[in-house]
């Protein structure tokens, strides 16, 4: 049994051998009943279609088990599929419970993901506290968590606009909000639109478009109107998939600006 789970783990990760995904699930199924890791490890294919078809439910069940049976590597998943709804509602208060048991044994992934519950929870403090103690043990994402919250005290600035960018680019998705109302603010539209084109934030900048469209339509309206078509037709051709909706949303919008101000 132990051969075949390690056999399983050559396979799933390419140790000594090409990666195979159906000879590691195979493996992980022979001896999943006698390995909680292996149950664990099935229930990973599962999760991610490695050498089976895709099927979160199933997952579930193995993480379940595997945990009952005593794996901390489980218990971090069974975490994941409670808080990211794999196979299951969500339930953030059983997703904290699976995250601060494996955490007590060390799993450092599930130290941030409490930082991530709590943070939901709008528990700022809790939070901070379980990303500090991931980040202490080397946990990229949880040091970038800390540094927005740094640097979200001080508040954005063309001095630290560029670190708002990069933790985005990170995984922090707190920061776009910041970095769109910065630019919306000081009336730097092309920089905005740019940004917003390259990382498809289409409805974002929609929604700013419109929200304050009356506040400086008799200024720039024809510029207004014309850029906001040309931006909608752009994301179109990106695969945006509400872009026709929009242009006609935004040529209604336009016609009642029109009639207000003439």
């Given at each position: 049994a132990a051969a075949k789970y390690y056999l399983g783990l050559c396979y799933y990760y390419g140790y000594g051998t090409?990666?195979?995904?159906?000879?590691?699930?195979?493996?992980?199924?022979?001896?999943?009943n006698e390995r909680s890791q292996a149950m664990c490890m099935l229930g990973l294919c599962c999760l991610n279609g490695v050498g089976t078809d895709k099927n979160e439910k199933i997952a579930f069940?193995?993480?379940?088990?595997?945990?009952?049976?005593?794996?901390?590597?489980?218990?971090?998943?069974?975490?994941?599929?409670?808080?990211?709804?794999?196979?299951?509602n969500k339930?953030?208060?059983?997703?904290?419970n699976c995250f601060d048991k494996a955490a007590a044994n060390n799993d450092i992934e599930s130290e941030f993901m409490l930082g991530v519950c709590y943070q939901e929870k709008r528990q700022k403090e809790e939070?901070?506290?379980?990303?500090?103690?991931?980040?202490?043990n080397?946990?990229?994402?949880?040091?970038?968590?800390?540094e927005y919250f740094q640097l979200s005290?001080?508040?954005?600035?063309?001095?630290?606009?560029?670190?708002?960018k990069l933790l985005f680019s990170n995984g922090i998705n707190m920061a776009k909000k910041d970095i769109i109302d910065f630019?919306?603010?000081?009336?730097?539209?092309?920089?905005?639109?740019?940004?917003?084109?390259?990382n498809k934030w289409f409805s974002e900048l929609t929604d700013k478009?419109?929200?304050?469209?009356?506040?400086?339509?008799?200024?720039?309206?024809?510029?207004?109107?014309?850029?906001?078509?040309?931006?909608?037709?752009k994301a179109k051709a990106l695969g945006y998939n509400n872009a026709d909706d929009e242009i006609i949303k935004a040529n209604e919008k336009f016609k009642k600006i029109e009639l207000m101000f003439g």
């Open positions: 090409e990666k195979n995904g159906r000879m590691a699930y195979e493996n992980f199924a022979q001896t999943a069940k193995c993480f379940e088990t595997a945990a009952e049976r005593g794996s901390n590597v489980a218990q971090g998943y069974l975490g994941k599929c409670y808080y990211f709804a794999y196979g299951t339930n953030l208060d059983k997703a904290i939070a901070i506290r379980h990303y500090k103690k991931a980040a202490e080397g946990h990229k994402r949880a040091k970038n968590f800390l005290k001080k508040g954005i600035s063309d001095n630290n606009l560029e670190r708002f630019l919306y603010s000081r009336r730097r539209y092309e920089e905005l639109e740019t940004i917003c084109l390259e478009y419109f929200n304050d469209v009356l506040a400086w339509t008799s200024i720039t309206k024809l510029q207004t109107y014309d850029r906001t078509i040309k931006w909608l037709n």
